[in-house]
């Protein structure tokens, strides 16, 4: 809005502003007779002399108000407010203690003492538990058709079924044949490799085996897959007077003891106590708690040998509730350290 004095507008505008004051000179549309009216007094006013420009109106000031409009787009427009919402916010500390029920190992959940009550903590008291040591008959299964399918995908399963040949071999540490096996076509599927060989030797305990596949496909060509080696805890075979449990001597011992156990001479390892007590768990639960236990150590050494036969045959009293007579413990050498091992025998009395 814009103010200013009505004289000032007559003095500079004799004539009048369009719009203002009168009819528009743009106005063609105007009467004629108000037309030369106007001519008149303003040829009458000319003649004489042009008063102040406060005397225009009979010496006041007048006003005379100018309206005017502007409409301005606008260039931009504010961004919407982004918010992150969390719909568990709110629940997230409920959630804090059961959490630490998922984070737990295998390990802690194999340890069953841990879940329940402090009272029955004793190696009197059986827990169900997974048994290191394998049974008898079966000591490893392979998956032949799997390692084949991973360096070789066979299409004419036709022609393979009656020109193809495959041979698998099982060889020791030592890299000694331990086991062997052969067929016409594909692989089977599952390969059972029993505890002992044609020749009678059983599998030990504690010593890496591994297999080596060939297959020779329906054009002729050869293809090798080495399989991954497998060792063995522990295995259980059964005798005309018992059973005869066999332990791995690296599994059970520490190889390198603390400082702290050093003086101890002989100490279990985390797996060893999980494994004598299993075996003390499955003695009682065969009818074994009064059979006569005959433990034997096959080491290179022949005195740390005895000295772990002792310990071990200790831990056995104690468990199983023996009395010293019951239970022979004796060292013995072995031919090499892939053979060092603990042979536990168990004549259970017959029914």
Do not use: C
């Not at 538990?129 to 799997?146: G, Q, W």
């Not at 030990?204 to 297999?211: L, Q, V």
């Not at 468990?319 to 025998?345: C, F, M, T, W």
């Amino acid at each position: 809005m814009l103010i200013v004095p009505a004289g000032f507008l007559q003095a500079q505008f004799p004539a009048g502003l369009p719009g203002i004051g009168g009819v528009s000179p743009m106005d063609e549309s105007a009467p004629k007779k108000e037309d030369d009216k106007a001519k008149q007094d303003s040829k009458a006013k000319s003649d004489q002399k042009a008063p102040a420009a406060a005397e225009v109106s009979g010496g006041k000031v007048g006003e005379y108000v100018i309206k005017g409009e502007s409409r301005l787009a606008l260039d931009s427009e504010k961004p919407p407010l982004q918010a992150t919402l969390d719909d568990g916010e709110l629940i997230k500390p409920t959630l804090e203690t059961e959490k630490q029920a998922f984070l737990v190992g295998p390990p802690d959940f194999g340890q069953v003492k841990d879940a329940v009550p402090t009272e029955i903590h004793s190696d009197f008291v059986i827990v169900p538990r997974y048994f290191e040591f394998r049974p008898d008959a079966v000591a490893h299964e392979f998956k032949l058709r799997a390692e084949l399918d991973r360096i070789y995908k066979e299409t004419n399963l036709k022609e393979a079924a009656v020109k193809a040949r495959w041979e698998f071999r099982i060889a020791d540490a030592s890299g000694k044949i331990y086991m062997e096996f052969s067929g016409k076509g594909l692989p089977p599927d599952v390969l059972a490799v029993p505890t002992r060989n044609v020749e009678g030797e059983p599998v030990r305990p504690g010593s890496p085996y591994a297999g080596v596949l060939t297959y020779r496909d329906s054009y002729g060509e050869v293809h090798t897959a080495l399989t991954s080696p497998f060792t063995l805890s522990g295995l259980l075979e059964k005798t005309e007077k018992g059973y005869v449990i066999n332990l791995s001597l690296e599994a059970l011992f520490e190889r390198k003891p603390k400082p702290e156990d050093k003086d101890k001479g002989v100490v279990l390892s985390a797996a060893g106590k999980s494994m004598v007590q299993e075996t003390a768990d499955w003695i009682k639960s065969h009818r074994g708690a009064l059979a006569p236990l005959y433990i034997t150590v096959y080491s290179g050494n022949k005195e740390k040998g005895q000295k772990q036969a002792d310990f071990l045959a200790g831990r056995l009293i104690q468990s199983l509730l023996r009395s010293k007579e019951n239970v022979q413990a004796r060292g013995s050498p072995s031919g090499s350290h892939l053979d060092e091992y603990v042979e536990i025998a168990v004549f259970v009395p017959k029914k």
